[in-house]
């Protein structure tokens, strides 16, 4: 079990899997005001920066779960670099089903739902490990203009059903019962260091293996995917985490 190396090659160099910059996770950790000794379950964590500078920054323990080898490794890395080792840990298994052995003050998905089936799987999931009261944190895109087919094809989509737009998955949030509490969302600047560092990995990447197997995608990815992002999915698409609490 574990990532396909496209994925792997595409963002290796990335800390965070999601089109959020530094500064706009720190926020995140700020407004859902976080204290010392509190427990943080992280599915699909990827490289475990928000677990790590959390912990770092807030005094927070917590667990990462993710199917990438490579990634975890990067975070194991990364929580002993910023000392905080010895309270989060990485635990290398498929995140869809993963509920942690006790409950959470904050259970979080951000930007995988695919591991619940959609958003409403993934609220059920991570509430099954949370405490009563706890802060469930989901990061999901949305259409910041509504798609013609090209521009949703253009997006790496198939259809526009795939996401709504900005107040509908606000509002769908209120009829599975949660409230939304807070939210930090992408803007232009940290969509492009998300997508823009991709392409120098992958030009970097092919630089020094021109003869992989995975050259010839790597190359139709380069020719195509800086195009794409700028004509479309920096103009159409959205993604932000949202605070739900249950009401």
């Not at 709504?164 to 019962?177: A, I």
């Amino acid at each position: 079990m574990d990532l396909p190396r496209i994925f792997v090659i595409r963002e290796r160099d990335h800390r965070i899997h999601n089109p959020f910059t530094e500064q706009k996770l720190a926020l995140l950790g700020d407004v859902i005001r976080l204290r010392p000794g509190q427990t943080v379950l992280d599915l699909a964590c990827g490289s475990g920066e928000m677990l790590c500078t959390w912990s770092r920054d807030h005094g927070i323990s917590g667990t990462g779960v993710d199917i990438s080898t490579y990634f975890l490794g990067t975070a194991r890395a990364r929580a002993a670099e910023l000392g905080v080792a010895d309270r989060v840990a990485f635990v290398h298994d498929d995140a869809a089903g993963f509920v942690a052995p006790a409950p959470v003050d904050v259970a979080a998905c951000i930007g995988a739902t695919w591991i619940g089936d959609g958003v409403p799987g993934t609220l059920a999931l991570l509430e099954q490990s949370l405490v009563p009261g706890g802060l469930l944190l989901v990061g999901e895109p949305y259409w910041r203009i509504d798609p013609d087919q090209a521009a949703v094809e253009g997006c790496g989509f198939t259809s526009r059903d795939e996401f709504d737009d900005l107040p509908g998955l606000v509002e769908s949030f209120g009829r599975l019962g949660w409230d939304v509490v807070e939210m930090v969302l992408a803007d232009g600047d940290s969509w492009d260091r998300y997508a823009a560092a991709q392409w120098f990995s992958l030009r970097a990447w092919l630089d020094a293996n021109p003869d992989d197997e995975l050259a010839g995608e790597v190359r139709a990815e380069l020719d195509t995917a800086p195009a794409l992002y700028v004509r479309y999915r920096r103009r159409y698409l959205g993604w932000g985490v949202f605070v739900l609490k249950r009401r």
